[in-house]
């Protein structure tokens, strides 16, 4: 890198940072994320030993994983739409502290689960309370930043807070799990009070004391108004290989590893956490780039031409080591890594007044693909075998990634400060 551009990398960061208060803002949203993945995977990374705890048979730990983790979606697509009308409607920080709080109560409840009914409704709760977390989040960020550093804030934010993933596996590694859903509730209670000098957006301010009468989180016109419901569709394909790498192929590793023929089983601890360190690397490659490109699709792009080609490797290399195994996982992470510039895009399609409802629902209804994902790999197995289901699921949803890159517009020079009417 040349003299000129570190000189250019470093004033970027140091403008970011100039403010302290959006600073905090920052960087509470970026350890309010860490906290938010760490919770979220959770049931993944424990999902084998957990449900052997309460006694689940070892035949029934596929079935009765994907109803809980079915559960766990409805709840985050629920509460997606939900704190995204708050959040329009009550203010960005209102949000962040009624979510933080559910889930963070939540997760602690996770820790005495005894039967699967009992722990599919908890980690519903759970994910009613973390769907506020990352979308109103990045809205807050987005609004007090000026335009060419949004892309950078919320990379910094993406970035720390897929460590959460990593963290979550870690601490399994050395904790049994009812003490790892304890720490990363008590996570979540710190966090609440680090969020008190947090403030409020000046677009959302600006919006509630305009005494004209402007719809504020309107859920109905955002459905039902064409091109506002065009470019919400759009950006949820987008995002949607991100959650078949994670929801499918990294979280029924031993099933893909079995199919694989692998002699030494890898588990879903391990795969999540090298999945999650390519994941890292992943974001602040895809917020670079498209910093350089100054172009949030062309990022996107570079990333989806990635997933294409790791998950060609993926699937035809069929890995006889654990090393290679891993090493694909992190690969499959890296693609998959453009998560916070698809959160960042739909926060910037939208009008201040509805623009939490659309950032916050979106990334929850992508988790919540999930559900359609797991039901659809789960009943094509009997007929082409994991490997292929996996397959299916990953190209059906690349294909509508491509469809909706193509159908929104470049927002890198977008202002925010606009209403839908």
Not at 35 to 45: M, S, Y
Not at 243 to 268: N, Q, Y
Request: charged share 15%; glycine share 10%; proline share 2%.
């Amino acid at each position: 890198m040349s003299s000129a551009k570190q000189e250019q990398s470093r004033g970027f960061i140091a403008e970011l940072f100039e403010d302290k208060l959006v600073a905090l803002t920052i960087i509470v949203g970026a350890l309010g994320y860490f906290v938010d993945v760490f919770d979220l995977l959770l049931f993944t990374i424990v999902r084998v030993q957990s449900l052997k705890d309460i006694g689940v048979p070892a035949k029934d730990l596929l079935d009765a994983g994907v109803t809980i983790i079915s559960w766990q979606m409805a709840g985050l697509l629920l509460g997606g739409l939900l704190w995204g009308v708050l959040g329009d409607r009550l203010g960005r920080l209102s949000v962040l502290f009624g979510s933080i709080l559910l889930y963070s109560l939540a997760n602690i409840a996770n820790a005495y689960v005894e039967t699967v009914p009992q722990y599919a409704i908890l980690r519903f709760i759970t994910g009613l309370g973390l769907a506020g977390e990352l979308g109103v989040g990045v809205t807050l960020a987005s609004e007090l930043l000026p335009k060419r550093l949004r892309g950078l804030g919320t990379t910094l934010i993406a970035t720390v807070g897929v460590m959460g993933a990593s963290a979550a596996a870690v601490i399994s590694h050395y904790t049994d799990w009812r003490t790892a859903y304890i720490i990363g509730g008590v996570m979540g209670l710190v966090l609440l009070v680090l969020r008190v000098n947090v403030k409020e957006s000046g677009m959302y301010k600006k919006l509630a004391a305009d005494r004209k009468k402007v719809s504020r989180g309107d859920l109905v016109m955002l459905l039902t108004k064409w091109n506002l419901l065009r470019r919400y569709l759009a950006v949820i394909c987008i995002g949607a290989p991100i959650w078949g790498v994670i929801g499918v192929l990294i979280m029924f590793t031993p099933e893909f590893a079995r199919d694989f023929g692998l002699k030494i089983e890898p588990t879903a601890v391990d795969a999540v956490l090298y999945c999650y360190i390519g994941t890292t690397l992943g974001s602040f490659f895809s917020g670079a780039l498209s910093q350089r490109l100054k172009s949030r699709r062309k990022s996107i792009a570079v990333s989806l031409l990635m997933l294409i080609v790791f998950l060609v490797l993926f699937v035809t290399v069929k890995p006889e080591t654990l090393f290679a195994y891993y090493g694909l996982c992190g690969l499959l992470g890296v693609a998959a890594g453009y998560w916070a510039m698809f959160v960042q895009v739909g926060a910037e399609q939208f009008g201040t007044n509805i623009r939490a409802t659309a950032a916050t629902s979106i990334p929850n209804v992508v988790r919540g693909l999930t559900i359609p994902m797991t039901t659809a790999f789960r009943a094509m197995i009997p007929a082409i075998g994991v490997t292929m289901s996996g397959l299916v699921v990953m190209v059906v949803t690349l294909g509508l990634a491509f469809i909706g890159l193509c159908s929104v517009k470049e927002t890198f020079h977008e202002d925010l400060d606009y209403l839908e009417v």
